[in-house]
């Protein structure tokens, strides 16, 4: 396998393959089919998602994946902002259909007639709805495994409020569900307010999650948006105040997709290969027994899987007959696994155990008796590990500018910007990277790196 340091994208692309996450050889380009293996952290992933989000008062729906032009053409901002990247269905069997449907690219036009239809009075609000579904975009942009697809995995949340503040009050909920799932994805990142020109389509403002890769770039694994009454006064979204008064609601988006999974491959695998958090790995706890004619290694193995099983662990016992212990060692690790038992003879005359930790050098032993709370303690320790990881990842890869000249080194950058397009664009000209905004989760103020006047820290980056 490639060096991870020497050749990040070469060592992107063999990971995938080698760890059959997805396979690409699907013949509609910019779609994949989702393995097993993959399939199962993207399923723990939304799993968390879906905790977060009825702890904070989203509720799951789905809805068709087709919409039709005129429900897409009521927002004219929006529809330019995806026309170039729309999927349209034009016929039925032989006939042409009257109405021209596209598949979602969002939800947006989807969802905001219905809105129109279920709110009716300040009684009904706020509405807080989210989905997980497939959208699509027709990328022109070289496609990529999880990074850039044309048909992607896609978290949707759609909120509708009595007025803005009360919509502020959401973004905030926003970023307290991003700080819970990123306890579990343990993503290096800061959050950025977009600059106006690159907002998305039909927002007032819009903030983005931007993850450091260890490459240096970014990439974008959430979006939360203010939509204010923008949406509202389109789909004409209304509702009756106290005093009967007709009012428009203000409105607010939060996304997030299968880019976090890429994100997740990109930030904690190493030259071994992936590297999973606890909660995201499709198997914790992997048993490799060592074959002995003079043990009932299988016997132990299994009773030491169900052990764990029964304590919550998703564990599995390599049985394969026709592979060595070393493969298996290399093959796991390969996997990203946080934990590894190995079973022998020693391990079965003295009823004890041999643990490795994925992210740890070493191995340690325990008895039998401590089986559970040691499992536990190593998967910990595991998560423990990738969270100082990445730590590491922002301290090694994110700089603080003074001059733009030094941001031409591989590195995202702070600087201070006074928020002037044509000052961002002196440093995309200069050193090649684009403005991501000014950072919200890491404020400062000071005078601006091209101009001189006052402005904000903002982050500058290559991106994905
Ligand atoms: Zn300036």
Known sequence: MQAKKKDFSEWYNEILESAE??????????????????????????????????????????????????????EFEHLKGFEGQLYWVTRAGKD??????????????????????????HADLPKKVFQICSVYRYETKHTRSFLRMREFRFYEAHTAHVNYEDAEKQIRDYMGIWKK?????????????????????????????????????TLQVATMHQYGENFSRTYDIKYS????????????????????????????????????????APIQVIIVPIP????????????????????????????????????????????????????????VNEGRITVIIRSSKGRKTFTLAELETAIHHSISEHGRKLFENSEAVIRENVKEATTVE???QPFTFFAYWCGRRECSDEIERVAEKSCLGVSVSHPGKGKCIVCGADGERSMFSRTY
């Open 241 to 280: 105040d106290e005093n009967g008064e007709q009012r428009y609601v203000s409105q607010t988006t939060y996304g997030m997709s299968e880019r976090l999974l890429g994100g997740m491959i990109g930030i904690h695998g190493d030259d071994k290969g992936l590297i999973f958090p606890p909660e995201i």
């Open 96 to 121: 042409q259909l009257d109405v021209e449907l596209a598949l979602r690219p969002t939800s947006e036009a989807a969802i905001y007639p219905m809105f129109s239809l279920w709110i009716r009075n």
């Open 21 to 74: 996450l997805s396979d690409k050889r699907y013949p509609v380009k910019g779609m994949n089919i989702w393995l097993p293996y993959g399939l199962k952290a993207m399923n723990l992933i939304d799993a968390a998602t879906r905790r977060y989000n009825e702890e904070f008062g989203i509720d799951e729906v789905s809805f068709p994946v087709l919409i039709t032009r005129n429900q897409l053409e009521v």
């Open 292 to 347: 002995s004619e003079k043990a009932d290694i299988s016997g132990f193995s299994a009773r030491i899987n169900e052990r764990l099983k029964a304590a919550g662990i998703r564990s599995s016992v390599d049985t394969r007959d026709n592979y060595t212990p070393g493969w298996k060692y290399n093959y796991w690790e390969m996997k990203g696994v946080p934990v590894r038992i190995e079973v022998g003879e020693r391990e």
């Open 181 to 217: 799932l990123n306890e579990i994805f343990l993503i290096p990142n800061v959050i950025n307010r977009r600059p106006d020109w690159d907002k998305f389509p039909g927002a007032q403002y819009s903030l983005a999650v931007d993850s450091i890769m260890p490459d240096g770039r």
């Open 406 to 408: 030094e941001m031409k």
